[in-house]
């Protein structure tokens, strides 16, 4: 579940494009595929929608499990 984006410096246009795609607090996230060996793109689903991201983008949105009180 995503938790929050961190913005990397005030007005950061990545985060806050992630948060448009729907990367907002309470959004079921999962990671679907990796690139070979680590490398990008990383498959992302959220909601039904999936998207594939660089890790660099993906480091910025924090998520917790959805057990975690």
Same mark, same amino acid.
Do not use: C, W, Y
């Given at each position: 579940?995503?938790? =929050?984006?961190?913005?990397?410096?005030?007005?950061?246009?990545?985060?806050?494009?992630?948060?448009?795609?729907?990367?907002?607090?309470?959004?079921?996230? =999962? $990671?679907?595929?990796?690139?070979?060996?680590?490398?990008?793109?990383?498959?992302?689903?959220?909601?039904?929608? =999936?998207?594939?991201?660089?890790?660099?983008?993906?480091?910025? $949105? =924090?998520?917790?499990?959805?057990?975690?009180?």
């Amino acid at each position: 579940m995503v938790d =929050r984006v961190d913005d990397a410096h005030a007005s950061d246009p990545i985060a806050q494009r992630l948060r448009d795609l729907g990367f907002v607090a309470g959004e079921p996230v =999962r $990671v679907v595929a990796q690139g070979p060996l680590g490398a990008d793109p990383l498959l992302i689903q959220i909601g039904s929608t =999936r998207f594939a991201l660089r890790r660099k983008e993906a480091e910025r $949105v =924090r998520v917790q499990s959805e057990n975690a009180g």
